[in-house]
């Protein structure tokens, strides 16, 4: 049985600086929040993966990580914005502030991208921006009350000491994903 697996940086000790931000949205009309627990910064989807191949994944994110040449440092969470775009909402996410740790996340996520295709998996299909999110939009009833807080309110999340890089799989179910590390690899 396959596994829908991704690599993330987590939002390790955010949970309830994520949650207090959330709180702006708490209640509005087509909008699901996420676990604040598990926020996380995606650096690649890898999607259905079948459990004989894992091992190789591992060891294409060793080879990432020495790659990159990203040592571990600190990223300032921070900032509001949307996807695709504040007319149509699908994703409300927290950013990384400017110069705070997205280089880092960037080079990281072009080298484990550069890794995993090598290996088989599909290229990414949109450009990397570094972000966590904290609520996904099912319909426009709220959309008004998003742009709202999302054009007046610049949050401060916090500091995160980004020491290592996860492959979790995430397992859908009634409440939603419910995500478990399958490996860690430091940076």
């Keep these: 049985m396959s596994k829908r697996l991704f690599v993330s940086v987590d939002l390790d000790g955010l949970g309830d600086a994520v949650a207090a931000v959330q709180d702006q949205f708490d209640g509005v009309p087509g909008l699901r929040l996420t676990d604040p627990e598990q ?7 890898l999607g259905d993966t ?4 894992v091992a190789d994944v591992v060891a294409a994110l060793e080879t990432a990580v020495e790659d990159s040449g990203v040592a571990p440092f600190e990223a300032e969470i921070g900032g ?18 400017d110069g ?17 295709v090598a290996i088989g998996f599909e290229p990414a299909d949109h450009e990397f921006t570094p972000h966590a999110t904290i609520a996904r939009m099912d319909h426009a009833g709220g959309k008004e009350t998003v742009q709202n807080v999302v054009e007046s309110d610049d949050p401060d999340v916090g500091r995160l000491q980004v020491t290592e890089i ?20 430091p940076l």
């Design 50 to 53: 079948a459990p004989d191949r």
């Design 80 to 97: 509001l914005g949307v996807f695709p775009s504040l007319s149509y909402i699908s994703v409300v996410w927290v950013g990384v502030r």
């Design 39 to 45: 926020v996380h910064v995606t650096l690649k989807f």
């Design 166 to 185: 996860r492959l979790k799989e995430s397992e859908l179910g009634p409440d939603g994903p419910t995500y478990r590390t399958v490996e860690s690899v």
């Design 100 to 116: 705070q740790g997205g280089p880092e996340l960037t080079a990281l996520h072009e080298a484990v991208e550069d890794r995993t």
